[in-house]
């Protein structure tokens, strides 16, 4: 049945291309440059801080001009009444790892080593209040082999390692040892909408907060999921009886279900976790450009007594909380922004104040960063972007007197935090660091851009061998100071519109991966061979 639905929506969509249009989808090329356009203030940012699809509503004036105004960024279509169509894609993206894994922010795609494929479209009605979208997503992903580390799991393909307590999370190296299709709903839903009041069901992807690659508590990273939300889009406060304009608000609150891969264990039981989230937002119109915002997420097991946690709680017997705060600050005249995002995953010993004042570092995790327009060539219509972030999710000092940890995990809710075996937040830094440095040029008929990426994605499994050993007489030192894992990515890549209805993108990268599987110095370490992995993309969209 699975299959004959598959072949069905892709013949559907396939037969479409008379009639779609383009989309602004999380991390799109399109919504990319909708911001590029707001740092510069020639366009507002619909959303404050809970991003979806949806959400992700530009508009820009008629007569402003910029530099893909010759370009069909998307268009909807006149129905009936108030009733209006828009069809997004189709798009196809395709992706060749030579040697390791590579790639994040794909959703249900997992790029691993071979060949992978993304293709999606489908089409959104609105009217009245109403809106319907079907954009599911389907996936190949050619599963070739490379070496990984033994499991800690039921499933030979799990995560290397877990901690104390059995904490640890869903995060198969590999997913299986053959190569496989999946697809999931991808950023398809049912939504009513009055005024800035909204509420609906599906399975869109969320962005939480302003990161550029590696946000904290929720990104594209994984599958979608199931999901009821409820809350504010970006609202306008006016004061009443002074009639004075306070600023702008923002606030979501969702309730949906987390999956179990098919290779973590065999228990059917825990297949299923709930996951509560709350996101505020509030922009003060006396501190023009400023954001500010706070985010919390809940995950206990799948059972429907556990709805009282979708507020806040104590209760920390059968719940995992995260929450994370933090700013943006665009000023506009000099097309620059600054953000900044900090995670907590526990409450300290002895609360607020005291325990705060005696170490406020406590599981605290972050991701800075920021954004500059540059006027490259004005009179030749071209511009650029520089980028920068910076993330660690290292684990806090004060743990090397307990036990080993790692944000992402935990002994409640087993599975960590993920979804379909794909971590929920930071794609690249899970347990460890890192930081991205890109540039983009945009000009009239597309844009190209350079990057170079540097991380380690787990540190913390090597801060979990200090906790219960000693450095006394150099045995820690010989096995575990040159044992960290890090990788290097140096890529390129380019979008072009040969047409207002059809675009071309590419991009290759080199990734340096070294010391893939931890060996340890003076004991193993020479039987470790870096990996040189090279990933080649190409992605093709029709514009109509």
């Excluded at 399109?30 to 801080?49: I, K, V």
């Excluded at 069909?72 to 108030?82: I, K, R």
Aim: proline share 5%; with cysteine.
């Amino acid at each position: 049945m699975l299959k004959k639905y598959f072949y069905f929506c892709l013949l559907f969509f396939l037969l479409l291309p008379a009639i779609l249009s383009a989309q602004e989808a999380l991390k799109s090329v399109e919504e990319e440059y909708y911001d590029f356009l707001a740092l510069q203030g020639l366009t507002e940012r619909p959303a404050l801080n809970y991003r979806t699809l949806s959400d992700s509503v530009w508009s820009i004036g008629d007569s402003a001009e910029h530099l893909w105004q010759k370009q069909n960024l998307g268009v909807f279509h006149p129905l009936f009444g108030d009733f209006r169509l828009k069809v997004y894609g189709p798009e196809l993206f395709m992706s060749a790892n030579t040697s390791a894994p590579y790639g994040q922010n794909d959703g249900v795609l997992w790029q691993g080593r071979g060949f992978n494929s993304l293709f999606k479209s489908g089409v959104r009605f609105e009217g009245y209040g109403f809106e319907f979208m079907s954009l599911p997503h389907f996936a190949f992903s050619q599963n070739a082999s490379f070496n990984i580390m033994p499991s800690n799991y039921d499933s030979e393909y799990g995560y290397f390692w877990g901690y104390a307590h059995n904490a640890g999370a869903d995060a198969p190296q590999r997913f299986g040892d053959e190569p496989f299709f999946d697809w999931d709903f991808g950023d398809s839903e049912i939504r009513y909408t009055w005024k800035t009041l909204t509420v609906g069901f599906g399975t869109q992807a969320i962005w939480l907060g302003p990161a550029y690659l590696n946000p904290i508590l929720h990104s594209n990273n994984a599958p979608a999921y199931p999901k009821f939300d409820i809350g504010l889009r970006r609202q306008r406060i006016t004061i009443p009886w002074i009639d004075w304009y306070a600023g702008d608000f923002e606030a979501r609150l969702w309730v949906g279900r987390l999956s179990e891969s098919d290779y973590f264990d065999y228990d059917k039981k825990n297949n299923y976790t709930m996951i509560h989230g709350l996101a505020f937002a509030y922009a003060p119109s006396f501190l023009p450009g400023l954001t500010l915002f706070v985010n919390r997420v809940c995950l206990v097991p799948w059972d429907w007594e556990n709805l009282k946690f979708i507020l806040p709680s104590k209760d920390n017997t059968v719940e995992d909380q995260k929450s994370s705060f933090g700013f943006s600050w665009v000023f506009t005249r000099v097309g620059f922004e600054v953000y900044a995002e900090l995670g907590i995953d526990d409450y300290v010993i002895d609360g607020f104040p005291l325990g705060y004042i005696r170490y406020p570092l406590h599981t605290l995790i972050y991701t800075i960063g920021f954004k500059k327009a540059v006027p490259v060539l004005p009179s030749r219509k071209i511009y650029g972007e520089l980028f920068f972030e910076c993330n660690s999710m290292e684990m806090s000092h004060d743990f090397y007197f307990q036990w080993p940890y790692s944000p992402y995990f935990h002994h409640i809710i087993i599975h960590g935090y993920t979804n379909m075996g794909q971590w929920l937040g930071a794609g690249s830094g899970w347990g460890g660091n890192s930081q991205y440095l890109g540039f983009k040029l945009y000009y009239q008929k597309g844009s190209s851009s350079l990057f170079i990426h540097r991380n380690n994605p787990d540190n913390n499994f090597l801060y979990g061998k200090a906790v219960y050993d000693s450095a006394s007489g150099g045995g820690m030192e010989d096995k575990y100071f040159k044992s960290w894992k890090a990788n290097l990515a140096i890529g390129m890549d380019t979008v072009y519109f040969f047409s207002n209805v059809f675009s071309l993108g590419g991009g290759f990268v080199y990734n340096l991966i070294i010391n893939p599987d931890y060996f340890f110095y003076k004991t193993d370490y020479w039987q470790d061979e870096d990996i040189h992995n090279f990933s080649i993309n190409l992605f093709i969209k029709v514009h109509l």
